[in-house]
């Protein structure tokens, strides 16, 4: 479970889509960035722009502006860091979509590669069930807001009856209470 947690620090939102970074995904494959894009560009008609796709320098800006500022992935921001240290990155990092990751897996032959790549997958798969979980209690918070203007209107119409009533009552009392004019009889 660790090492899931771990893989879902290292996904990112950028497109609109769920993306890792060559430099994470070299890191868990335990080889040098260099060498996994080497063996992409070797068989790049395997990565269609929807599987893998490079950064722009705004976008990895701003990444490195989001990483830089959470606390949750310090091996990520010691990777960008040091490379700033030596000068900046020679190039802007590739994003692989889940099913570029997937397609890595034909591409490296490695133990670790197949082993990482299944536990990226199921990193992957672990946050659809939980976006899925959010959209069920995004639902469920819409009915109970649904519910709640119901009862609303229902206790307007409750408050009004109480008021008449109270209305009723204080007019009754006033009556009752009057200043009665005319003869009075004495016993």
């Known amino acids: 479970m660790e090492i899931i947690r771990s893989i ?3 996904i990112y939102e950028i ?5 890792m970074l060559d430099r994470d995904l070299a890191a868990l ?3 040098e960035t260099k060498v996994l894009n080497l063996a992409v560009k070797r ?3 395997r990565f269609p722009p929807d599987f ?5 320098k705004e976008e990895f800006d701003a990444l490195r502006f989001q990483i830089e500022t959470s606390k949750t992935d310090n091996s990520l921001r010691f990777q960008i860091e040091t490379s700033k240290s030596r000068g900046g990155t020679r190039y802007l990092p590739y994003a692989f979509t889940e099913q570029g990751i997937a397609m890595l897996s034909g591409v490296l032959h490695s133990e670790k590669a197949i082993n990482m790549n299944i536990a990226i997958m199921r990193a992957f798969v672990e946050i659809r069930r939980i976006i899925l979980g959010q959209n069920d209690l995004r639902e469920q918070l819409r009915e109970i807001k649904e519910k709640m203007g119901e009862h609303d209107v229902q206790l307007n119409h409750i408050y ?3 008021e ?4 009723e009552k204080a007019a009754q009392r006033k009556w009752d209470d009057r200043e009665r004019i005319g003869f009075k009889r004495t016993s």
């Not at 893998?52 to 722009?56: A, G, K, R, S």
């Not at 008449?164 to 209305?167: E, G, K, Q, R, S």
């Open 8 to 10: 879902q620090n290292r």
């Open 160 to 162: 009004d009856a109480m």
């Open 43 to 45: 068989n790049l008609q």
């Open 15 to 19: 497109r609109g889509e769920r993306v």
């Open 29 to 31: 494959y335990e080889t």
């Open 164 to 167: 008449n009533l109270l209305d």
């Open 52 to 56: 893998m796709f490079q950064l722009t």
